[in-house]
């Protein structure tokens, strides 16, 4: 045997190879995936502060945050759903997973429609990508894209969520798969804590 | 499938802490919109109580906070020293709001 095979021999038996941080392959894929996309709103979201500070008639255009709170409810309670389903789904109770999977799905689908009733309300005053009645046009651009960026993860997480859901129930997805899934749901949530301070709260017309 | 995994073992009232006091915390962020307080103030308030329901979240609803040690100051040093460093541009942007060319400001 040469030195080159002894020293492959040596590596593929080290202690040190496996995955990083004893974490499992598909689970560290999601996490870095999260960092990712954190960088990704995070830059999004200082674009737009930026935008803000910098832009002297920027428009305050919410009258009410009755609509935005419930979305918030809804997500929140989203996360809480899909905690249940995971449990479920590591004890092994393939039925309650499911049905705990499908509602957080539900949920999502009530969060998408009331941001959706929310753009066209804002649309139907006026507000495109280039021009809003309030102020500078920048606005719209800016609100569009952030939310339009979440609502796209959340239209994804929903797709996800009932793919997953109907796969682990067939026997072909496993729990850690729900519980993958369960990461990218909760990041989801975790976005819409910021987007709704920065782009909703703080332009409020008081 | 990791150490997260086994310390769920514990019951539902934990998550269902941690659910209350997000919606609290988000319930506060809608308060302090109705606060008679300048953008900034607001602004530093706001993400202050995002950050904490951030946290949260991250830590007990994703589990970071029972995955090893190692992987969670990956995570944390890692995500908050790029969002640390995406801060530097502020100061530029009030330079547009006091300063031309581009600014409407009298």
Same mark, same amino acid.
């Given at each position: 045997m040469s030195q080159a095979e002894l020293t492959m021999d040596e590596h593929s038996t080290s202690p040190m190879v496996g995955t990083a941080f004893s974490i499992p392959s598909k689970k560290l894929a999601m996490w870095?995936?999260?960092?990712?996309d954190t960088m990704t709103f995070a830059a999004c979201l200082v674009v737009y502060g930026f935008l803000r500070n910098g832009t002297a008639n920027w428009p305050r255009p919410f009258h009410s945050i009755t609509n935005v709170a419930i979305m918030t409810f809804i997500l929140l309670t989203s996360s809480l759903t899909m905690l249940i389903g995971v449990r479920s789904a590591r004890l092994g109770d393939k039925a309650s997973a499911f049905r705990w999977t499908m509602v957080t799905a539900v949920l999502g689908i009530v969060f998408a429609?009331?941001? =959706?009733? +929310?753009?066209?309300? /804002? =649309?139907? +005053?006026?507000?495109? /990508?280039?021009?809003?009645?309030?102020?500078?046009?920048?606005?719209?651009a800016s609100f569009f894209s952030i939310t339009g960026l979440h609502l796209t993860h959340v239209v994804s997480g929903i797709i996800a969520l009932l793919v997953v859901g109907v796969r682990y129930k067939g026997g072909r997805y496993n729990a850690d798969d729900v519980e993958i899934l369960g990461l990218y749901w909760h990041f989801v949530d975790l976005v819409w804590m910021f987007v709704v301070p920065l782009v909703y709260l703080l332009n409020l017309s008081h | 499938m990791t150490t997260a995994v086994q310390h769920k073992s514990d019951g539902i009232g934990k998550d269902l802490v941690i659910y209350v006091c997000l919606l609290a915390l988000a319930g506060f962020q809608f308060l302090i919109a109705y606060q008679n307080l300048d953008s900034t103030q607001m602004l530093v308030r706001m993400l202050a109580v995002g950050c904490v329901e951030a946290s949260l979240a991250v830590m007990f609803f994703m589990h970071l906070w029972s995955e090893r040690r190692a992987f969670l100051v990956f995570v944390v040093v890692f995500t908050v020293a790029v969002l640390l460093g995406m801060q530097f541009g502020w100061t530029d942007s009030t330079r547009m709001v006091v300063g031309a060319p581009y600014s409407n400001v009298k």
């Open positions: 870095l995936f999260i960092i990712a429609l009331l941001h =959706i009733r +929310e753009w066209q309300g /804002l =649309i139907a +005053e006026g507000m495109t /990508l280039f021009k809003n009645p309030w102020g500078t046009g920048l606005f719209g | -």
